[in-house]
């Protein structure tokens, strides 16, 4: 749990900021659910805090980026 929530953190803060996206903070939830290794189903609710100066076209992009991170990490 706490090792995909920290890559999920690390590999969106660096995609953001590789397309110059300022995140002012980044907050993540996970839960897993499934009762056997089988059945593990972890899911991950992203909050990124934006500053206000952000375009609605970065806004876009940090939304298609949490997607992206999530794949990434799972």
Do not use: F, W, Y
């Not at 659910?33 to 991950?44: A, V």
């Amino acid at each position: 749990k706490a090792s995909a929530a920290s890559c999920l953190v690390m590999t969106l803060a660096i995609m953001l900021e590789s397309r110059g996206i300022k995140a002012e903070d980044i907050k993540v939830t996970t839960e897993i659910t499934g009762d056997k290794p089988q059945n593990i189903h972890i899911s991950h609710a992203v909050i990124v805090s934006l500053p206000a100066e952000t375009t609605p076209e970065q806004e876009d992009k940090a939304r298609h980026l949490i997607s992206a991170a999530d794949m990434a990490c799972t």
